[in-house]
Structures are given as structure tokens and as C-alpha cells.
């Protein structure tokens, strides 16, 4: 019903800079909740960072300062500006999105996941 196509991931030296782009589509009604999460190998998928349809955010410690998420309501679309990356920020990044389809009915959607790699 919504699909989430990510864009923007790829190889970067430590101390740059990347611009994840997630954009919904389907048949949305509204969008409550838009995040980025993470997952490195071996470990656990975490959240990053989340913005609200109110606009709201929240980030994981380790980013704060470094990422700053946004969101485009009109577009349907969710941002994460990374800067000041570290070798410990490669991960493969995920779109989430929650919230009503035209039906009255939810949705909780994931994108398919871009990577992330921070290395010399």
C-alpha cells in the first residue's frame, strides 16, 4: 500500500558529509512519523533520528550535533543530512514511516535500505 524508496547512500571519507532521501508513496492519507534507522554488522537495528508530523525530532546520543533530520510534508519525504561522519556511522539506512492510508486504515513501512560507508 506505501512504499518508501531511499536514495543518497554510498562511500565517504571520515569528516564528510551525506544527504539520505526517503520518499513515500501510495495510498497515504497522512504521514505521522517519519525516521532513519541503522543497522551495522553484527548488531542490532537502531533508530537514528525521527521527526514527528509536527516536527519534532529526536536522535540517538551518538549523532546529536553531527545529523539533523527534515522532513518535506508536500512531497512526503524525509531527510537525513549527515555531516562529520565517523567510520562507526557505516550501517545500511532505513526509511520508517507510520501513519493513515485514504482507508482509515495504518501503515508502518520500511525502504529497502541504502549503505553507508565511512572509511579512508
Known amino acids: 500500500q506505501v512504499q518508501l524508496v531511499e536514495s543518497g547512500g554510498g562511500l565517504v571519507q571520515p569528516g564528510g558529509s551525506l544527504t539520505l532521501s526517503c520518499a513515500a508513496s501510495?495510498?497515504?492519507?497522512?504521514?505521522?512519523?517519519m525516521g532513519w534507522y541503522r543497522q551495522a554488522p553484527g548488531k542490532q537495528r537502531e533508530l537514528v533520528a525521527a521527526i514527528t508530523s509536527g516536527t519534532t525530532t529526536n536522535y540517538v546520543d551518538s549523532v546529536k550535533g553531527r545529523f539533523t533530520i527534515s522532513r518535506d510534508n508536500a512531497k512526503n519525504t524525509v531527510y537525513l543530512q549527515m555531516n562529520s561522519l565517523k567510520p562507526e556511522d557505516t550501517a545500511v539506512y532505513y526509511c520508517n514511516a507510520h501513519g493513515r492510508t485514504w482507508n482509515w486504515g495504518t501503515f508502518d513501512s520500511w525502504g529497502q535500505g541504502t549503505q553507508v560507508t565511512v572509511s579512508s
Open positions: 501510495g495510498s497515504i492519507r497522512s504521514i505521522h512519523t
